[in-house]
């Protein structure tokens, strides 16, 4: 697989304001923040505090309502073709079989189907789907559902990776299990990812660095570098270093945690 | 748009589509003497309700309709339920229910009238017939659904025998289904009155629209038109409305 | 592949009943028959109605009738079709206009237009056409709104999915939304064909001058009682076989989409 660096985001002061009926609720306050090439960077904060609206706008789902996101020095004006989604819920397409599920996008853009079909198996080998090509989505777990997205994403070979808490909807064993694997093929691709996550360990095992927003509506509080040496074999979450980085996101996730427990309380 | 807002537009509009037709009704009658004014209609109808003639066919058809359709409910929520509940009643019946579903019951009427002879009998057994189908077929496959999910379990759990079942577990959880039942079952009712009336029949609503085309007196017909459309209009909608407030996801 | 499971049907034991059912109603139908014990006027013995059915299908009458009919339900269910499916998707494109219209779709669905029949007579005269406005009109409704709420109940995550990579509007359709809201669609297809027959049928019944349900009036009107059931018997059979027809094809998009 050939290797091509990946994207580097610049966010521009980015603010997104959801006008409502005859409310306006602003998600995300002002984000001005970078992702260096190639870097693995994972976004945590408080339930409901922008995480995901960030991740939109960075997709060019979303347009934000102040600043600007430039991929590689050019404005985010909508989908970009090397730039590839993973969300948390499932989006497997039922009708599809693994194996047209994962050249989906391929599709999309037009590639030819012989190398479509060739490209996609590769990335349903690279997931660990082998055996299933055939199978239909209702046919498979959570996990393996969670597989498919991910094999779809890297199978647009795309220069920046998107994802939005893959594995929020799994269990723990499968969670872990999972994030390893991530690990070992994006060291492949070089690709950059954005991973949005509410799980501390997950977040500080998978990054180079991590960015902690505050309670809505949300500003990155803090960066957080994580020194921990790559490749990273799992077992690096036995290590004191581990333990002190993610006491640390803990502590800065709690406060901003309670901060939204209070904005809630609140009437009205 | 606010949800207070778009309920104001939603029922402005359904006002509208109701203008719009009186609209296209008044300028079908100033285009074509095949359709007589809104105004000369009206005076038909009330007309026809202070003479008589439209109150005796208006209560020919309700009585069809109410028999009809009373039997049709007393016999097709039992049977659909038995086809749901039981394995055996399913298997041999399915099909032959299924089947019936599928065949526009109309055609039976010429056989009714020949066992019962014209009148209210041939009539409300038509309404019957008609309605029975959909109210069975739907209330099997309420049950069916509820049979599959987690409650008879629960119901095995509490120990609780057949009645219990019924009235604990499975009336209430197929409660939404039967009132779109019950709302098809009566539109259905009334389209095969009108429609036996309209092919033969000793009184009723479609007989008098039938007699009104045959002497051309188009007033008259369209006002027995407009009271039949108004019944089947009013019903719906309100047995529509009462579903959708026992519908899980509210009105 | 397929798995018995517990509760399952067993379908071939069952089939057996129902068939040895279905012969002994008929022989005890004939029995009684024979021996006098209805009126032949009506009910005619089994026997009677199919050498009934075997005269008719030597004339020629029979299949102008036949011809006639099926016409007129292919034309209207083509019309449902052909409307239907946009209606549907502009209200739930729009569904602002969705929410107007549909207390009047769900409650035309059923009744009212049957009852124009006389106005649409005077407006359009004796012929197809009238039937075929009414039967198509019936067709409509049903796969209107089922193409309504299938498109509605497609989860939002879908067409962003297709939107992240980069779907153009044509390809969403064709790629992500009809395939999602199929399933869902052909059951109003299917609804939407048996009331085209509902309606042919019936409207055959009260104002034709040929086609299987004007026929079977014919024949009632004319004391030609075994006739009467045989057409009545074709008209049932072949609407269970269309109906049939459209539950193999429902049940084959089913497994193969969802």
């Known amino acids: ?268 | 748009m606010s949800a207070a807002a778009r309920r104001a537009w939603v029922a402005a509009g359904r006002a509208g589509v109701v203008m719009l037709v009186l609209l296209t009704w008044a300028a079908a009658s100033r285009l074509t003497d095949l359709v007589p004014g809104l105004g000369p209609t009206l005076d038909t109808l009330v007309d026809g309700f202070r003479d008589g003639w439209l109150e005796a066919g208006l209560a020919a058809t309700t009585k069809a309709v109410a028999v009809g359709f009373g039997w049709a409910v007393l016999l097709g929520f039992p049977l659909g339920y038995l086809l749901g509940r039981s394995r055996v009643f399913g298997e041999l019946f399915d099909p032959l229910v299924a089947g019936l579903f599928a065949v526009p019951r109309i055609i039976f009427y010429p056989i009714l009238l020949s066992w019962f002879g014209v009148g209210m009998l041939a009539e409300s057994t038509m309404a019957a017939l008609s309605a029975l189908f959909p109210i069975a077929v739907m209330t099997t496959a309420a049950v069916r659904e509820v049979a599959r999910g987690p409650l008879p379990k629960l119901a095995a759990s509490l120990n609780l025998n057949e009645a219990q079942q019924l009235l604990k577990i499975y009336l209430p959880a197929i409660a939404p289904t039967l009132m779109v039942a019950l709302r098809i079952g009566f539109s259905v009712a009334l389209i095969a009155a009108i429609i036996a009336e309209f092919f033969a029949a000793r009184a009723g609503l479609g007989l008098l629209a039938a007699r009104a085309y045959a002497l051309l007196d188009l007033p008259r017909m369209f006002a027995v038109v407009l009271l039949i459309v108004t019944i089947g209009f009013a019903g719906n909608l309100a047995l529509w409305m009462a579903e959708r407030r026992l519908s899980p996801d509210g009105g | 592949m397929r798995m018995a499971r517990p509760g399952e049907p067993r379908p071939v034991h069952a089939r057996l009943v129902r068939w040895l059912l279905f012969a002994a109603t008929l022989a005890v139908l004939e029995v009684c028959a024979r021996a006098g014990m209805f009126d032949p006027l009506a009910l005619p013995a089994p026997a009677q109605i199919l050498s009934a059915l075997l005269r008719l299908a030597r004339g020629e009458e029979f299949y102008t009738d036949l011809g006639r009919t099926m016409v007129t339900v292919v034309a209207a269910f083509g019309i449902g079709v052909v409307g239907g499916l946009p209606v549907g998707v502009v209200f739930w494109k729009l569904p602002l206009l969705g929410d107007v219209f549909e207390p009047y779709l769900v409650t035309m669905y059923a009744l009212p237009t049957l009852v124009f029949y006389p106005i649409l007579l005077a407006v359009m005269g004796l012929g197809p056409a009238p039937i075929i406005t009414i039967a198509s009109v019936m067709a409509l409704i049903p796969i209107a709104l089922n193409t309504m709420v299938a498109l509605r109940s497609i989860p939002p995550m879908l067409p962003k999915l297709g939107r992240s990579v980069g779907c153009s509007t044509a390809q969403l359709y064709r790629k992500v939304l009809v395939p999602a809201a199929t399933p869902l669609a052909v059951p109003g297809l299917r609804l939407g064909f048996a009331y085209a027959v509902i309606g042919t049928v019936a409207m055959e019944f009260i104002l034709a001058v040929s086609g299987l349900g004007f026929r079977a009036g014919y024949h009632y009107r004319y004391f030609d009682v075994p006739e009467m059931y045989a057409e009545v018997l074709v008209i049932g059979v072949l609407a269970v076989l269309f109906n049939a027809l459209f539950g193999v094809l429902e049940r084959r998009i089913r497994r193969d989409m969802l």
């Not at chain 1, 390893?180 to 070089?190: A, K, M, N, P, V």
């Open chain 1, 1 to 268: 697989m050939t290797a091509r660096p990946g994207s580097t985001v610049v966010l521009d002061h980015v603010g997104v304001t959801f006008a409502g009926a005859g409310t306006h609720t602003e998600a995300v306050a002002d984000v001005t923040q970078s992702v260096p090439a190639g870097c693995f960077v994972s976004v945590i904060g408080p339930s409901g505090c922008g995480k995901s609206t960030l991740l939109d706008v960075v997709g060019g789902l979303l347009r934000p309502s102040r600043g600007r996101v430039l991929v590689d020095g050019t404005e985010v004006t909508g989908p970009r073709r090397d730039t590839a989604m993973v969300f948390q819920e499932d989006s497997t397409l039922h009708w599809r079989t693994v194996l047209e599920n994962v050249a989906f996008g391929l599709e999309v853009a037009r590639v030819p189907k012989a190398r479509r079909y060739e490209r996609a198996q590769h990335f349903v080998d690279l997931v660990g789907l082998r055996g299933f090509e055939r199978h239909r989505p209702r046919q498979l777990s959570g996990g393996m559902k969670q597989r498919v997205a991910i094999a779809r994403a890297l199978a647009l070979e795309p220069r920046l990776l998107l994802m939005d808490e893959p594995f929020g909807a799994l269990d723990q064993q499968t969670r872990m299990l999972l994030a390893g694997e991530l690990l070992r093929i994006w060291q492949g691709t070089g690709a950059s990812v954005l991973f949005v996550t509410h799980d501390i360990h997950e977040a500080a095992y998978l990054a180079d660095q991590v960015w902690v927003l505050s309670h809505r509506p949300a500003v990155v509080k803090e960066v957080v570098n994580v020194d921990l040496g790559r490749p990273r074999p799992t077992e690096v979450m036995l290590e004191p270093r581990f333990h002190e980085l993610t006491d640390h996101l803990w502590q800065l996730l709690r406060v901003e945690a309670q901060k939204a427990l209070a904005g809630e309380a609140r009437p009205g």
